[in-house]
């Protein structure tokens, strides 16, 4: 039986508001036996640690997404942080930069960004970083963290070069690997998974976003991560169960708290 840990979903997205229980029991039934549910608004985040109180496997990433922080009301962050205490919160996020989308002004993303950065620093819990379109400004803001104290976290549904995930893993950050590493045009980005060592490695779905070749163009869900991590198995010479287990054993590690 497979062991794997899909370790970024949108699961409290209205996507699944007709399905939800059936979808996590999907997963269940294709390996997937733990779930990160990750915040994006501090509605979200309380959305996410409702899920994974409510069913086990399942759990939470509290913070608000750079794309949402210009909606985030005054009291949003205090909603956020109450939510840090809950034991089946594991990750800060989801947070970072995106300069795809305009939906927040840059420097509130960045004050963001750096928010989260800190509270990890102080907390310990791993930050989720979202990178769109700005590496050199997510690389800037992380090294200037770096100053602080080490880094915790990882760079999800990674899509950057390998000269960026180099810089990511010198200083310390796992990197997730989502269904965009599936698609038949991406050999780059399947060379750099390939060289990721092995114990930073992490496989996500992303749900409901971006499912994975042979489900590409659907709904996607957290049963598909068998097939990005069929993928990850395949560019690095390997089986799907050590695969499977290696990525499990990275996200047990990074995310302590999801026992
Ligand atoms: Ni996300």
Not at 202 to 207: I, K, N
Request: hydrophobic letters at 40%; a negative charge.
């Amino acid at each position: 039986m497979l062991s794997l840990f899909d370790t970024h979903t949108h699961l409290d997205q209205e996507e699944f508001a007709e399905d939800r229980p059936k979808v996590i029991r999907r997963a269940r039934e294709a390996g997937v036996q733990r779930i990160l549910v990750v915040g994006i608004s501090a509605e979200s985040s309380e959305a996410a640690v409702a899920l994974a109180q409510q069913h086990p496997g399942v759990f939470a990433a509290v913070g608000i997404h750079p794309n949402y922080a210009a909606q985030a009301r005054p009291g949003d962050w205090q909603r956020v942080l109450k939510l840090l205490e809950h034991p089946r919160v594991v990750a800060l996020g989801e947070t970072g930069l995106d300069r795809h989308w305009d939906f927040t002004p840059f420097e509130l993303q960045q004050e963001y960004f750096h928010r989260h950065l800190e509270l990890s620093q102080q907390t310990g819990l791993p930050v989720v970083i979202h990178s769109r379109d700005c590496d050199q400004d997510i690389l800037q803001a992380l090294h200037q963290a770096a100053r602080s104290g080490p880094l915790r976290g990882v760079m999800h549904s990674f899509s950057s070069s390998w000269a960026v995930a180099r810089e990511c893993l010198e200083m310390g950050l796992y990197i997730g690997f989502a269904g965009m590493v599936t698609f038949k045009r991406n050999d780059a980005l399947r060379a750099v998974a390939a060289q990721v060592p092995a114990e930073r490695l992490l496989v996500e779905t992303d749900s409901p976003y971006l499912a994975p070749v042979p489900k590409r163009g659907k709904r996607n869900e957290p049963a598909y991560v068998v097939h990005t991590a069929q993928c990850l198995a395949q560019v690095r010479g390997m089986e799907l169960e050590h695969l499977a287990r290696l990525t499990t054993d990275n996200a047990l590690r990074l995310f302590a708290r999801a026992e």
